[in-house]
Nanobody, 119 residues
Framework: VQLQASGGGLVQAGGSLRLSCAAS????????MAWFRRAPGKEREFVAR????????FYADPVKGRFTISRDKAKNSVYLQMNSLKPEDTAVYYC?????????????WGQGTQVTVSS
């Protein structure tokens, strides 16, 4: 399984960015895709996840109502639309995936994309 994240950049507070994650290497039936982030000096934290089949989503409280995770089955891609960005959203964002039947944690990770929000 390979994951390629892109779309990061520098944006002013209140602005928007859309991250993309292209997945390859297998079919993702019954898998789950997620976004995590790691801010400078902090632990990695969960941001959002989506089930591949049905598209059920779940968000961390700090991003609820501002971020939207989605997937495009035809393109084998997952997206994170980030609106109303805040300086505290500054982090390296990673996409990850797991088989819901086999794993509790996420064994497959993308390389990360930097998001910087200026005040």
């Amino acid at each position: 399984v390979q994951l390629q994240a892109s779309g990061g950049g520098l944006v002013q507070a209140g602005g928007s960015l859309r991250l993309s994650c292209a997945a390859s290497g297998r079919t993702f039936t019954n898998w789950e895709m997620a976004w995590f982030r790691r801010a400078p000096g902090k632990e990695r934290e969960f941001v959002a996840r989506i089930t591949w089949n049905v598209g059920t989503t779940f968000y961390a409280d700090p991003v609820k109502g501002r971020f939207t995770i989605s997937r495009d089955k035809a393109k084998n891609s997952v997206y994170l639309q980030m609106n109303s960005l805040k300086p505290e959203d500054t982090a390296v964002y990673y996409c990850a995936t797991r088989s819901m039947a086999r794993y509790v944690d996420y064994p497959y990770w993308g390389q990360g994309t930097q998001v910087t929000v200026s005040s």
